[in-house]
């Protein structure tokens, strides 16, 4: 089966740490560009960060620069979202997806593929 399982989410403290885990199933990520998403209750959908595979150029939001990272692990198929310094304004429900284009910002564009999010909240 064709499909993107996000992992990893859960509940944590401003300032602590999270990793998030894409694992795709049934065609091989570096193929692709890929990108980590986030919808917070009442907004819309956001682009937080953007890997282009071929050059591994990765792009973030202004919102999580130098907080996130993103990672491919070849090996394991898998997209990593290692999400650092945490805040409440953090809580979302987080995707990853497969996209046609590499975005600046974390802006991938042209999406193919979602995930179907994993919860993600930051609270004391």
């Known amino acids: 089966q064709v499909q993107l399982v996000e992992s990893g989410g859960g509940l944590v403290q401003p300032g602590g740490s999270l990793r998030l885990s894409c694992a795709a199933s049934g065609f091989t990520l570096d193929d692709y560009t890929i990108g980590w998403f986030r919808q917070a209750p009442g907004k819309e959908r956001e682009g937080i960060s953007c890997?282009?595979?071929?050059?591994?150029?990765?792009s973030y939001a202004d919102s999580v620069k130098g907080r996130f990272t993103i990672s491919r692990d070849n090996a394991e198929n898998t997209v990593y979202l290692q999400m650092n310094s945490l805040k409440p304004e953090d809580t979302a429900v987080y995707y990853c997806?497969?996209?046609?284009?590499?975005?600046?910002?974390?802006?991938?564009?042209?999406?193919?593929?979602w995930g179907q999010g994993t919860q993600v909240t930051v609270s004391s």
């Open positions: 997806a497969t996209a046609n284009y590499y975005g600046n910002y974390g802006r991938c564009r042209s999406i193919t593929r």
């Open positions: 890997f282009r595979s071929s050059d591994s150029s990765t």
